[in-house]
Antibody, heavy 120, light 107 residues
């Protein structure tokens, strides 16, 4: 069974760093793209970026470039989303999602979400 | 970036009603369009890919159509378990973009 299991909820202060994770199982993690999607409170879905675990090829939405870092460790089938300095505006639910084998931009499996709260 | 405009933003309908949501792309995206369902407190779920391809296990009351810039998502007979927010999403090029969502409620 394909699963994406994300790390737990986080409460952080502005300026702190954070790395959340997304662990895949039940499939060959290295050959499927993984995307990160943001959902701010009460708002819609926003695609942040995508990574290919096989070679760490990464693409970002321009508005997130330089604001977050997407990475992966294929040896443990895990993708990461990292902030070096959080802002209050980073408060949101973050989902990882798997692209299909044939269509990178079609997300057939999703993690359960990680709620990030940034507050002083 | 390609903009995706969904309408309506919210919709109230009765059980058994036919429900239609539209999604318009700001440029031709061929049929590179998906539809997702998100129930409260849950992750999105892929319902339809390639504009009209129903995913395995998704009830046949859901359907999608369209190509180019104009797309339609239909629930032929609304059920109580269909209460959710529905999103279209293009994958024509990067960055992928979602529509703003349509919140479906029972009347």
């Amino acid at each position: 069974e394909v699963q994406l299991v994300q790390s737990g909820a986080e409460v952080k202060k502005p300026g702190e760093s954070l790395k959340i994770s997304c662990k895949g199982s039940g499939y060959d993690f290295s050959i499927y793209w993984i995307a990160w999607v943001r959902q701010m409170p009460g708002k819609g879905l926003e695609w942040m970026g995508i990574i290919y675990p096989g070679d760490s090829d990464t693409r970002y939405r321009p508005s997130f470039q330089g604001q977050v870092t997407i990475s992966t460790d294929k040896s443990i089938s895990t993708a990461y989303l990292h902030w070096s300095s959080l802002k209050a505006s980073d408060t949101a639910m973050y989902y990882c999602a798997r692209g299909t084998l044939t269509v990178t931009g079609t997300f057939d499996y999703w993690g359960q979400g990680t709620l990030v709260t940034v507050s002083s | 970036d390609i903009q995706m405009t969904q309408s309506p933003s919210s919709l109230s309908a009765s059980v058994g009603d036919r429900v239609t949501i539209t999604c318009q792309a700001s440029q031709d995206i061929n049929n590179y369009l998906n539809w997702y369902q998100q129930k409260p407190g849950k992750a999105p779920k892929l319902l339809i890919s390639d504009a009209s391809n129903l995913e395995t296990g998704v009830p046949s009351r859901f359907s999608g159509s369209g190509s180019g810039t104009d797309f339609t998502f239909t629930i032929s007979s609304l059920q109580t378990e269909d209460i959710a927010t529905y999103y279209c999403q293009h994958y024509y090029n990067l960055p992928y973009t979602f529509g703003q969502g349509t919140k479906l409620e029972i009347k």
